[in-house]
């Protein structure tokens, strides 16, 4: 029980930092207690001003799901846009994570992570889930180039903040 607690805890100190939640949908239908569900949230690129994405992640319903003690499988959608002027707040590396979440009690995590097709001028981010012992090939991946944003807009070049 303590262990759970401990995990609770450490969540509501995570929450800061959750996506915002678009709108959910049941899939599933349970008599007495939650549905299984998909959720769609949006989330702004925390080192590229500009950027937002939107995920897609099944829910699971149940007693498990309403505990919080489910794990949750590895399908995952993924869309970016260019919102905005682009502009980087700070260098990275090729494949940093911009946003990570727990999928599971202890062992899985969701994680998008950044990268930059230098010679196109595109960002690319991926979104996938591993496991502590075996990881998921499940994945998907979305593309923002880097365009003008109105007339002024000076066009910076990823491959100048995301190298290797």
């Known amino acids: ?11 509501a100190a995570y929450a800061a930092d959750e996506p915002d939640l678009i709108f959910r949908r049941s899939t599933v239908f349970k008599w007495l207690t939650p549905n299984d569900k998909l959720a769609t949230y949006g989330i702004d690129d925390p080192e590229v001003e ?3 994405c939107h995920f897609t992640v099944p829910e699971k319903g ?10 949750e499988v590895s399908d995952i959608s993924l869309a970016c846009r260019q919102i905005g002027p682009i502009r980087f707040k700070s260098k990275a590396q090729q494949g940093d994570d911009m946003f ?13 992570v950044r990268g930059c097709d230098a010679k196109r ?9 591993d496991r502590l012992i075996e990881g998921s090939p499940k994945n998907s991946t ?3 180039p880097i365009m003008p944003w109105g007339a002024s ?12």
């Open 121 to 129: 001028n595109v960002l690319v981010y991926m979104v996938y889930s």
């Open 100 to 112: 990570r979440q727990r999928r599971s009690l202890f062992f899985k995590k969701m994680q998008i």
């Open 153 to 164: 807009d000076v066009i910076q070049k990823c491959g100048d903040f995301i190298g290797n």
């Open 142 to 144: 979305s593309s923002v």
């Open 50 to 52: 500009g950027v937002a």
């Open 62 to 71: 149940g007693i498990k799901g309403w505990l919080g003690v489910a794990e």
């Open 1 to 11: 029980m303590a262990a759970v607690g401990a995990v609770l805890l450490g969540s």
